[in-house]
């Protein structure tokens, strides 16, 4: 079960919603139902807020769901569908204002616990940080934003697990600046990175990506990054192939560096 505030807008363009400043109603569904509430004319939030009034200041709950924007992308609705469902997570997956247009969407992800406004911003920048959903939109870190629903649009659903909080959130000193320098981390490789080859099945691909992307904040080439995750895929109980590392986490996190 998920908690969230909702307004019917039916009929209303987007730009007469952007005239809307309070909500109707805060209630708790099962996640899967939101699929629905994608498909026809709302606006949300996973938060309640005091008087219905949104806004940062007047948030009065916590969130058991994240919301994520996906506006520039060259990966389709569809593809990241898949690559959610890969990593064995529920999701929800919407697009917005364009309907046909299947690269500007919102993805809705489940947790596993609930989270504070204040926990919500470093959550959803662990997700693009830790590399789940790197090429987000920095605006889905806003706890007190309203995001909206149109009638027509395509929508998709996976039902598994809920996202590991504890796996994605940043303590606040790991979402400031990070060092560009990766002498550090490539003479203190065992030491920066080993709790990375502690994956299970079903998270190989996660922590790999991880890894990854610590390895792109800290300066790394794309010749050192390669090395280095065949490195840590080798040092893991169950390694991946080669094949699929390549395709799973170097390519994604080379195309990455080329979007950011």
């Known amino acids: 079960m998920v908690r969230l505030s909702i307004r019917n807008v039916e009929g209303l363009t987007k730009d007469e919603r952007l005239e809307i400043t309070t909500f109707q109603r805060y209630l708790e569904r099962d996640f899967k139902d939101l699929e629905g509430m994608l498909s026809r004319d709302y606006i949300y939030s996973p938060f309640n807020f005091l008087y219905r009034y949104r806004g940062n200041k007047n948030i009065c709950s916590d969130a058991t769901f994240v919301v994520i924007d996906i506006d520039h992308t060259n990966i389709s609705i569809f593809d990241r569908f898949e690559n959610i469902k890969s990593e064995g997570l529920s ?27 204040i926990e919500y911003r470093l959550l959803v920048r662990g997700i693009r940080v830790n590399g789940l959903v790197p090429d987000m939109d920095p605006v889905s870190e806003k706890a007190g934003g309203i995001m909206y629903a149109y009638k027509g649009s395509t929508t998709m659903s996976f039902m598994a697990d809920k996202l590991c909080v504890k796996d994605y959130i940043l303590e ?72 699929d590392v390549k395709r799973r986490v170097i390519d994604f996190l080379e195309q990455h560096r080329v979007l950011t």
Not at 96 to 113: G, H, I, V
Not at 185 to 214: P, V
């Open 172 to 243: 606040e000193k790991e979402s400031e600046e990070y060092d560009s320098d990766p002498t550090h981390l490539i003479e203190n490789f065992d030491e920066e990175f080993n709790s990375f080859s502690n994956a299970q099945s079903g998270r190989r691909t996660k922590n790999l990506l991880a890894a990854g992307f610590k390895m792109i904040r800290g300066g790394m080439s794309h010749k050192q990054l390669t090395t280095h995750i065949y490195l840590l895929n080798d040092k893991m109980l169950f390694p991946k192939s080669k094949q």
């Open 91 to 117: 999701c929800i997956l919407g697009t917005t204002s364009d309907t046909n247009n299947m690269f500007k969407y919102r993805l809705l992800l489940e947790l596993d616990e609930a989270v504070n406004n």
